[in-house]
């Protein structure tokens, strides 16, 4: 959940390219890979355990689940018992309101822990809905409060998810509340390539996993206005938008848009 960007805005939300022969073909040892040797630790992981430590929470993080795409990792109501690192896969939060309406709160992607939300009451207060075929690793949250107490480092760790997830939710607001349509789309953008790059993915090139009424229904916008700025940023040259590939043409342009005052 390290997610390291400039912007002052955590719009979380998930674009990444997948090889589907391999996922649908993956060796059930990759599963089972533990934290001390995954390729996402750092980015999910406290930094600076040593190898004791790491054996300790390896015991603890022990067990991995797989979610086909559409399927509930947790849903609202479920009595919360754990938290959950994204291994591979994509997800979106939800909540549904009184009319039935599905209403985004949030995507999360590979290197990113979910789950967060059942801490307050016991109980989850949103669907975890798979966007793609995920494996994530479950972590019981009882043991990663008594592994905490012992590991300053992670409980510290644990503290700044907690953190990060508040400051996400005040990004979000400022950017239903004070943005146009194509800053808010212009700010989701920049910070995905930004998460990507994090994860040693190209810096200009996305294929959405989401898809344009989900991004709408997190963004605030109606799938008619998300489609029509993805089409004025494409004749504009910012960008070359072809279904749900995406490749960033001019950047500074995008950064114009989001925050003009800087560029």
């Not at 805005?9 to 533990?34: F, G, P, R, Y």
């Not at 004791?52 to 390896?58: A, R």
């Not at 994204?86 to 979910?114: H, L, N, P, W």
């Amino acid at each position: 959940m390290l997610e390291g960007t400039p912007i002052n805005i955590n719009v979380k939300t998930v674009c990444l390219e997948h090889e589907d022969v391999s996922e649908q073909n993956m060796n059930i040892q990759t599963i089972k890979v533990a934290c001390s040797n995954c390729n996402l630790r750092e980015l999910c992981m406290p930094i600076g355990l040593d190898t004791d430590e790491m054996q300790k929470l390896d015991a603890v993080v022990a067990k991995r689940r797989r979610v086909k795409q559409g399927e509930n990792l947790f849903s609202s109501g479920d009595h919360f018992t754990s938290l959950y690192a994204i291994r591979t896969g994509f997800f979106k939060t939800c909540v549904s309101t009184e009319d039935g309406r599905e209403q985004v709160t949030g995507f999360q992607m590979a290197g990113e822990i979910i789950g967060l939300d059942g801490i307050v009451s016991d109980f989850h207060s949103c669907n975890a809905v798979a966007l793609e075929d995920a494996d994530v690793c479950v972590m019981p949250f009882a043991s990663v409060e008594e592994l905490s107490r012992e590991f300053p480092v992670l409980q510290r760790h644990v503290h700044k998810i907690m953190s990060r997830e508040i400051v996400r939710e005040n990004g979000v607001m400022m950017l239903l509340g004070n943005m146009r349509a194509e800053e808010r789309l212009a700010a989701f953008l920049l910070n995905l390539v930004q998460r990507l790059h994090a994860r040693g993915f190209s810096q200009s090139e996305l294929v959405l996993r989401m898809s344009r009424e989900e991004i709408g229904s997190y963004l605030g916008m109606k799938l008619e206005t998300v489609s029509r700025t993805f089409s004025k940023f494409s004749d504009e040259g910012i960008m070359e938008v072809k279904q749900r590939y995406v490749r960033i043409l001019e950047p500074d342009a995008l950064k114009r848009i989001f925050n003009p005052q800087t560029c």
